[in-house]
Structure formats: structure tokens, C-alpha cells
């Protein structure tokens, strides 16, 4: 009776500022900081980092490393461990100090359906000396431009519409509609698609029929 009059559960005992390290660790710990004697308590202080060092022997002799486990050893005890540290000890305001939010790009294109890289490439091209390369760039930005279309649940677009959107998109710096090309027939990209679908159906067909038979343990 007295065994279980004595147990302790978790959510009575304090709160671990570190629970990687277990409550043993923090136990050390709280042992170092009410050591009188300096002497006594540096030599404890440098055994617990020791230990720490040990759990992950690999990176123990790296001078960040050990940095890093003294910051530790400080967190834990709430900076009331008064130790000589081999490295400047890391006040208490700057660790818990907020970091500044990261800015986030926002795009927002006109046209989503061709995706942000369409953009990028249709920059690029704009900046290309004229001559055959930039065509050829020109001509498969476009294309891509149409396949993208087209997966959007269309089944078939004007090639018009495709020079219109890129004259846009390029401020007015390629001009397929004067040109007079001819971009790949609609026909091909969806022809693709069912094809690609049908390979990728019977792919998982035959993998369903290998597995049948076998034994399941």
C-alpha cells in the first residue's frame, strides 16, 4: 500500500526544459546548481557534459559542438548554474529572444495554369540576343505553354489564345501571331496524356496481379 501511496506520475513532477536529455539529466543538473562549494560544482558541472557528450560520440570533440552542449547545460538549469564555461555564455534574454518572420514570395499570376516557371523561362528568353537559339526557346516556351493549357481540363485551345498569353506575358517582346507558326497540334499533347495514363494503369494492374498468390505473414 505504501508503494502506491508513493508513485509519482509524470504530471505531478516538474516540467523538463529539455525532455531529450530525460529526467535524470535534469536531475544532475539541478544537483549541480545547489552545490556550495565552486570547486565541486565546475568539477560536476564539466562530468554532466561529459555524459551529454557521449550520447552522440560522433560529434563530442567538435568545438560547436561542445558550445552547444554548454548552452544546454545553462537552459536546463534556467541560468542559475554558476560555472566557468570554456565559451561565452549565451544570456538568457537572446535564446529566448523571438526570431524575425521570414519573408515569403507571393506570385500571383495572371495565368496560373502555366505555373511561375513559364515566367521565369519567358524572362530569360526575352533577354537573349535575336537569332535561331532564342527562336528555338521561344517556340518551346510556347509549346509548353500549350501542353500546360491543355492538362487544365481543356481538350483543345486556338493556338491564337497561346500567342496572345505570351505577347502578354513577354510585354509584347515575342509576337508569335506575326510570325504565323504553328505550334503542335492539340491532338499530339492529349494523345500523350492518354498514352502516359494507360501505361501508368497497367503498371499498377500488373502489380496487383505479381502480388497475387503470395503469402502473407
Not at 78 to 97: C, G, H, M, N, Y
Not at 124 to 138: F, N, P, Y
Given at each position: 500500500?505504501n508503494?502506491v501511496?508513493?508513485?509519482?506520475?509524470?504530471?505531478e513532477?516538474?516540467k523538463l526544459?529539455?525532455p531529450?536529455?530525460?529526467?535524470?539529466f535534469?536531475?544532475?543538473?539541478n544537483?549541480?546548481?545547489s552545490?556550495?562549494?565552486?570547486?565541486?560544482?565546475n568539477?560536476?558541472?564539466?562530468?554532466i557534459?561529459s555524459v551529454?557528450?557521449?550520447?552522440?560520440?560522433h560529434?563530442?570533440?567538435?568545438?560547436?559542438?561542445q558550445?552547444k552542449?554548454w548552452?544546454?547545460?545553462?537552459?536546463?538549469?534556467?541560468f542559475?548554474?554558476?560555472?566557468?564555461?570554456p565559451f561565452?555564455?549565451?544570456?538568457?534574454?537572446?535564446?529566448?529572444q523571438?526570431?524575425?518572420?521570414?519573408?515569403?514570395?507571393?506570385?500571383?499570376?495572371?495565368?496560373?495554369f502555366?505555373?511561375?516557371n513559364i515566367?521565369?523561362?519567358?524572362?530569360v528568353a526575352v533577354?537573349w540576343?535575336?537569332?535561331d537559339m532564342?527562336d528555338?526557346?521561344?517556340?518551346?516556351?510556347?509549346?509548353?505553354?500549350?501542353k500546360?493549357?491543355?492538362?487544365?481540363?481543356k481538350?483543345?485551345v486556338?493556338?491564337?489564345?497561346?500567342?496572345g498569353?505570351l505577347f502578354?506575358l513577354?510585354?509584347?517582346?515575342?509576337?508569335?501571331a506575326?510570325?504565323?507558326?504553328?505550334?503542335?497540334?492539340?491532338g499530339?499533347?492529349?494523345?500523350?496524356r492518354i498514352?502516359?495514363?494507360?501505361?501508368?494503369?497497367?503498371?499498377?494492374?500488373?502489380q496487383?496481379?505479381?502480388?497475387r498468390g503470395?503469402?502473407?505473414?
Amino acid at each position: 500500500m505504501n508503494l502506491v501511496e508513493n508513485l509519482e506520475y509524470n504530471t505531478e513532477r516538474p516540467k523538463l526544459i529539455i525532455p531529450e536529455y530525460g529526467r535524470h539529466f535534469q536531475k544532475m543538473v539541478n544537483h549541480a546548481v545547489s552545490i556550495e562549494d565552486a570547486v565541486e560544482r565546475n568539477k560536476v558541472a564539466k562530468a554532466i557534459i561529459s555524459v551529454m557528450g557521449n550520447l552522440q560520440p560522433h560529434l563530442r570533440d567538435v568545438p560547436d559542438f561542445q558550445h552547444k552542449l554548454w548552452d544546454q547545460l545553462f537552459i536546463m538549469s534556467d541560468f542559475k548554474l554558476e560555472v566557468e564555461s570554456p565559451f561565452p555564455i549565451t544570456a538568457k534574454e537572446v535564446l529566448q529572444q523571438r526570431p524575425a518572420p521570414l519573408e515569403y514570395p507571393q506570385n500571383y499570376p495572371k495565368y496560373r495554369f502555366y505555373g511561375n516557371n513559364i515566367k521565369r523561362m519567358i524572362d530569360v528568353a526575352v533577354q537573349w540576343e535575336k537569332g535561331d537559339m532564342r527562336d528555338g526557346l521561344e517556340y518551346a516556351i510556347a509549346n509548353h505553354m500549350k501542353k500546360c493549357y491543355l492538362n487544365w481540363n481543356k481538350d483543345t485551345v486556338d493556338d491564337k489564345a497561346i500567342f496572345g498569353h505570351l505577347f502578354e506575358l513577354s510585354d509584347g517582346e515575342i509576337d508569335f501571331a506575326k510570325k504565323g507558326e504553328n505550334l503542335t497540334d492539340s491532338g499530339q499533347f492529349l494523345k500523350n496524356r492518354i498514352a502516359k495514363t494507360q501505361r501508368s494503369n497497367s503498371g499498377k494492374k500488373n502489380q496487383r496481379n505479381s502480388n497475387r498468390g503470395k503469402k502473407r505473414f
